[in-house]
């Protein structure tokens, strides 16, 4: 994985990598744009449900979310997920019109305030959330 600095502002070893662990991945879907790109994490079931409901995309698996974060993207699958501090940075690839599920261990944060930031392969930042844990 190359780590380009415009995008990690640290030396590779301070990062911790999280791993995406794919839950639903979606080429096209009726409610997708080939222009859209954004991002959402979710802490809890009932508010990845509403979220998927509100946007036509139908899931039906299980999240421990004791252990897990769940991860949505529109536009632009996750490849790599690394922690450091208040920042989690993203890495994908263009998926037009599509989505991607993916959840990531909740374990390695030691902050409470989360920042996420989803970037593009030439280092542009894509999207971007805040929560708080």
């Known amino acids: 994985m190359h780590f380009d600095r415009d995008v990690f502002k640290?030396?590779?070893?301070e990062y911790i990598p999280l791993y995406p662990y794919t839950l639903a991945l979606q080429r096209e879907w009726p409610g997708g744009s080939p222009?859209?790109?954004s991002l959402?994490?979710?802490?809890?079931?009932?508010?990845?449900?509403?979220?998927?409901?509100?946007?036509g995309i139908t899931f039906a698996g299980e999240v421990n979310f004791?252990?897990?974060l769940v991860i949505l993207t529109l536009g632009y699958p996750i490849t790599h997920a690394y922690y450091r501090g208040h920042t989690?940075?993203?890495?994908?690839?263009?998926?037009?019109g599509?989505?991607?599920?993916?959840r990531i261990p909740r374990r390695y944060f030691y902050k409470d305030r989360i920042h996420f930031a989803?970037?593009?392969?030439?280092a542009e930042k894509l999207a971007w959330t805040n929560i708080v844990l």
Do not use: M
């Open 35 to 37: 222009e859209q790109v």
């Open 10 to 13: 640290y030396p590779a070893v």
């Open 88 to 96: 989690v940075i993203l890495l994908g690839n263009p998926l037009p």
């Open 66 to 68: 004791e252990n897990h």
């Open 98 to 102: 599509g989505y991607h599920i993916a």
């Open 40 to 55: 959402y994490v979710f802490r809890d079931q009932e508010s990845l449900q509403s979220e998927l409901s509100s946007l």
């Open 118 to 122: 989803l970037y593009g392969g030439k």
